[in-house]
């Protein structure tokens, strides 16, 4: 993740000054793993984003199901609750959680108890739970009209 991170930022803050991009419209998104390494930077860089679109994340220490890669926990040292320490960091982050609730791959639970940690800290946040909809929550959540439209409406 701390590699993973900082080559990002970097890429991040070269296409800002590349391409004169707005430093309070950054949105970030990701789903599964993408959905984990989201909610890791945003947790430990909260003063970047402006705001987070989230698909069937994890939060908590989690085995890849095909890849037996293990992803530990997003809790800050010290913290027991992973969805307690990520909603401190990220509470002003307005954020859009989604999550198939058919998922056999990620457990809905990881982003019930994220929104319900979220909502306990006060945070602006949306959870959208797709009946029916198994692990590939994105293609639903991508195309709705209606999150491009949350998105340009978040400023930092």
């Given at each position: 993740h701390l590699a993973g991170g900082r080559a990002a930022l970097a890429a991040l803050d070269q296409t800002l000054a590349e391409f004169n991009g707005d430093p309070d419209r950054v949105y970030l998104t990701g789903?599964?793993?993408?959905?984990?390494g989201t909610l890791f930077l945003a947790s430990r860089h909260p003063d970047r984003f402006a705001a987070l679109l989230v698909i069937c994340p994890f939060v908590g220490e989690f085995r890849g199901t095909t890849s037996g890669v293990i992803y530990p926990s997003l809790a800050m040292p010290g913290?027991?609750?992973?969805?307690?320490?990520?909603?401190?960091?990220?509470?002003?982050?307005?954020?859009?959680?989604f999550h198939g609730?058919?998922?056999?791959?990620?457990?809905?639970?990881?982003?019930?108890?994220?929104?319900?940690?979220?909502?306990?800290?006060?945070?602006?946040?949306?959870?959208?739970?797709?009946?029916?909809?198994?692990?590939?929550?994105w293609t639903p959540a991508y195309a709705r009209p209606d999150v491009l439209e949350w998105l340009l409406r978040q400023s930092r």
């Open positions: 789903y599964s793993a993408g959905g984990n913290d027991a609750d992973a969805y307690a320490s990520v909603a401190r960091r990220i509470a002003h982050i307005p954020t859009w959680l609730d058919a998922d056999s791959v990620v457990s809905v639970d990881e982003s019930r108890k994220l929104a319900a940690a979220l909502k306990a800290a006060g945070a602006d946040v949306q959870y959208t739970e797709l009946p029916g909809v198994n692990h590939d929550a």
